[in-house]
Structures are given as C-alpha cells and as structure tokens.
C-alpha cells in the first residue's frame, strides 16, 4: 500500500498498490541482461575463434568444456532477464485498494500474468468485513502484512508483495483501514 488518496467526500478511502515497476525489479533486470550477453557472447567467441568482447580475450577460452558452461550460462540468464523484463512490462502485483462507505463495498484489484485470470478483482460489502488482521513475523524471512478479514471467506491480502513495510507505515495504514470501516484491529 503505497500512496493514499482518499476523496473529498471522506467516503472512499483508496490505497493505490505498487506491483512489479520498482527500481529495484529494473536494476536486476539490467544487471542480469548485461551479464547474460557477456556470459553468451563469449561463449560464442570461443566458438567462432573471433572476438566479440569489447573486453578481455574469450577467444583463448576452450570451446569444450568452458565455452559451452559459459554459453549455457548467458542462456540461462537472458531467460532469466526475459522474464523480469516481461514481468515489469505487465505490473504484475499492480492495483489498488479501495474501501467506498457510500456504496458500501471493498473492492481489491491486482493485475496478475497473461491469461483469463489476469485481472483479479475482489469486492465485497462493507459489513461483511469482520477485523483488519497484521501480521508481524521477523527473524531470516520477515513477514509484515495487512489483511482484511471477511465473513465466509479467506483473509484478503492487501499489502504489496516484496520488500517489508516499515513498522510504523504498516500500523498506520492498518489502523486508518480499521477506523475507516469501524472494524477492530487484529494482531497488534
């Protein structure tokens, strides 16, 4: 839950959820293209005998084993960034959060990968939201999440997925989602 914006009204409270379009995600991405061309380009230079790095001599590298490792490997790498490249494209994880007390209902959008489950779109009445629920777990996989807790149905995330929220950020945003709805706070 990255940016609020909530309306004039003080009828909509909306959490607008960043998804896979952080610096982070295209630093990796870069990083992982750049040395899987470098990994695969020398690869092939021991292949063909002729130099394709502006860098360096891959062309004294033995075909087998080492040239084809390192071929393998820039494959596996530009897979690897063709993923994280197509994964950023689509904003997987990207949506929004939207409580509408005038309408009565909560509505949570994410977009997901390619296909006929794309768009996941959840609503529900505001008066079946039975608690706002965080969840604190720290230690070597730390775990810091806001959930919405619904009659008949499962907890409904509506953190971002990735890097933890900030302590503070988390009960901030847990305990205006709970004023807002008139719901009790779980967890704390």
Do not use: H
């Not at 994280?84 to 994410?110: P, Q, S, T, Y």
């Not at 929220?165 to 706070?185: C, D, H, R």
């Amino acid at each position: 839950m990255a940016t609020q914006s909530v309306s004039t009204g003080k009828s909509v409270l909306r959490y607008e959820v960043i998804g896979s379009r952080r610096f982070s995600n295209y630093w990796w991405a870069t990083v992982v293209t750049i040395g899987g061309i470098g990994f695969f380009l020398a690869g092939l230079s021991s292949y063909l005998g002729a130099n394709l790095l502006p860098f360096g001599d891959s062309v004294s590298l033995v075909f087998i084993p080492q040239g084809i490792a390192i071929g393998f490997y820039g494959v596996a790498a530009l897979l690897l960034a063709t993923y994280l490249w197509l994964v950023i494209a689509w904003d997987v994880g990207a949506g929004f959060n939207e409580f509408d007390k005038e309408a009565g209902m909560v509505k949570v959008f994410r977009w997901g990968f390619p296909g006929k489950n794309r768009r996941i779109d959840i609503s529900c009445r505001v008066a079946d939201v039975q608690s706002v629920r965080i969840v604190l777990r720290e230690g070597f996989n730390p775990k810091r999440a806001v959930y919405l807790k619904i009659k008949g149905r499962g907890d409904i995330p509506l953190t971002r997925v990735g890097q933890p929220l900030p302590l503070a950020e988390l009960e901030n945003q847990g305990a205006a989602i709970a004023s807002f709805l008139g719901v009790p706070i779980e967890g704390l």
